[in-house]
């Protein structure tokens, strides 16, 4: 189960930090993914993270990089996604989500879903 926590209305240029925490005592081996959707378009990928041992993996989307980083505590079962620089185009529903194994762009890959968060930027 994942539950998110953050998220909210924030001007252009803004920061929000989103959480996600994970039940399970499987946390540290699974790939966590960052996904959004915006009205009337499809989910897309923002970002991933996969930890194997002290050893991090990320990716994320062209778009967000240098604005957006992804962390995890795999001590206490969350992953983080610290949006800075926020632009209106980056409203949208934010969902993460698990899968076990490396990092994966698609949702399809991913097994387990967020409720969802709303992110909203005003301009």
């Known amino acids: 189960q994942l539950v998110q926590s953050g998220g909210g209305l924030v001007q252009a240029g803004g920061s929000l930090r989103l959480s996600c925490a994970a039940s399970?005592?499987?946390?540290?081996?699974?790939?966590m993914g960052w996904f959004r959707q915006a009205p009337g378009k499809e989910r897309e990928f923002v970002g991933a993270?996969?930890?194997?041992?002290?050893?991090?993996?990320?990716k994320s989307v062209d778009s967000v990089k240098g604005r957006f980083t992804i962390s995890r505590d795999n001590a206490k079962n969350m992953v983080f996604l610290q949006m800075n620089s926020l632009k209106p185009e980056d409203t949208a529903v934010y969902y993460c989500?698990?899968?076990?194994?490396?990092?994966?762009?698609?949702?399809?890959?991913?097994?387990?879903w967020g409720q969802g968060t709303q992110v909203t930027v005003s301009s």
């Open positions: 989500a698990s899968r076990e194994g490396g990092l994966r762009l698609y949702s399809r890959d991913y097994d387990y």
């Open positions: 399970g005592r499987t946390f540290s081996s699974l790939a």
């Open positions: 993270i996969w930890s194997v041992g002290s050893i991090y993996y990320t």
